[in-house]
């Protein structure tokens, strides 16, 4: 029996928690932009959110290590998701 040698992800947890304040950071500043119209505020919170979610998912659910089959299924959700915004702006701008 072979054993597996425990891998530290210490560093790489710590750059994806950096990458995820700055872009909280980004996503309290963005309704203060008056440069923005409200569709352009709303489209970006949304996919900053979805860019969190799937940052979330494939590091610290540990996504990245899953065979191709299982991050396929994974990804079904989020291609809805992806599918819900696009219909729900094409509403918006009928």
């Known amino acids: 029996m072979e054993a597996h040698a425990h891998k530290s ?4 947890y710590f750059a994806v928690f950096i990458l ?3 872009l909280t950071i980004i996503e309290i500043y963005i309704p203060e932009a008056e440069s923005l119209s ?3 505020k709303g489209s970006a919170l949304t996919f900053l959110a979805i860019g969190k979610a799937c940052t979330v998912a494939y590091f610290y659910m540990h996504l990245k290590e899953e065979t191709r089959w299982l991050k396929f ?6 291609s809805a998701g992806i599918y819900a915004v696009v219909v729900i702006l094409e509403s918006i701008y009928r």
């Open 73 to 78: 299924i994974a990804a079904i959700p989020v």
């Open 38 to 40: 409200k569709i352009a």
């Open 9 to 12: 992800h210490k560093k790489e």
């Open 20 to 22: 995820l304040t700055i």
